[in-house]
């Protein structure tokens, strides 16, 4: 069975910190993971995909993931958070042509 | 990049009646819907999942006479709520994917469902 957590459902940063956004899965094959995002009232939009290629991916807006299969990680980070990078962020993870399985979200707040 | 277009963004409606929420994919077909369910902060929670000509796979728990899903082409998945009440007021998001398991989804923006 494929699941995904993601450690913390709130993180709030200062503007121009370090983002980083936790997401761990569990797999006994190798997954194809992703990171969306969701803005108030609005559905998901992708930031970025692992798909077996190189292992650090990067996305939109400044993001960037890293899979560790050794720590069956693939966290999410951006070097300087700007102020509308507040939103809601999920992890996914899905084996083959499986459905998709999200985390249960991490709300990021930016601090002026 | 692809684009998944839902409507209607926002219903207001009396208790009793139907309400059909369309899930259009605009530049790829969508051999693979889905349709999720979301409360207030909280995750998604994937109501039914249809593939193109095929009837929709509902998860445990979602009752199928409630929620009609049809997926009668590649680009156009339709949910029906029927005989809607209250507790059935929801943020409702569709999805979209191809055939290929490295594709992610695309999402709709989503449907707010307000039953009165």
């Known amino acids: 069975a494929q699941s995904v957590t993601q450690l913390g459902s709130h993180v709030s940063v200062s503007e121009g910190a370090l983002v980083l956004l936790r997401c761990n899965y569990s797999s006994s094959v190798p997954p194809y993971l992703f990171w969306y995002v969701q803005y108030p009232n609005q559905g998901l939009q992708l930031l970025l995909k692992y798909t077996s290629a190189a292992t650090l991916v990067k996305g939109i807006n400044g993001f960037e993931a890293e899979f560790k299969k050794s720590e069956t990680s693939f966290h999410l980070t951006k070097p300087s958070a700007h102020m509308s990078d507040a939103a809601e962020y999920f992890c996914a993870v899905r084996i083959n042509n499986n459905d998709m399985r999200f985390g249960a979200g991490t709300r990021l707040t930016v601090k002026p | 990049g692809a684009v998944v277009s839902q409507h209607p963004s926002w219903v207001i409606c009396k208790s009793g009646t139907s309400v059909k929420i369309e899930c259009r994919s605009l530049?790829?077909?969508?051999?693979?819907m889905f349709w999720y369910r979301q409360f207030p902060k909280q995750s998604l929670m994937l109501m039914a999942t249809s593939n193109e000509g095929s009837k929709a796979t509902y998860e445990q728990g979602v009752e199928k006479d409630k929620f009609l899903i049809n997926h009668a082409s590649l680009t156009l998945s339709t949910l029906t709520v029927t005989s809607a009440h209250p507790e059935d007021s929801s943020f409702y998001i569709c999805?979209?994917?191809?055939?290929?398991?490295?594709?992610?989804?695309?999402f709709g923006d989503g449907t707010r469902l307000s039953i009165l």
């Open positions: 999805s979209a994917r191809s055939s290929r398991g490295d594709q992610p989804q695309h």
């Open positions: 530049d790829f077909q969508a051999t693979t």
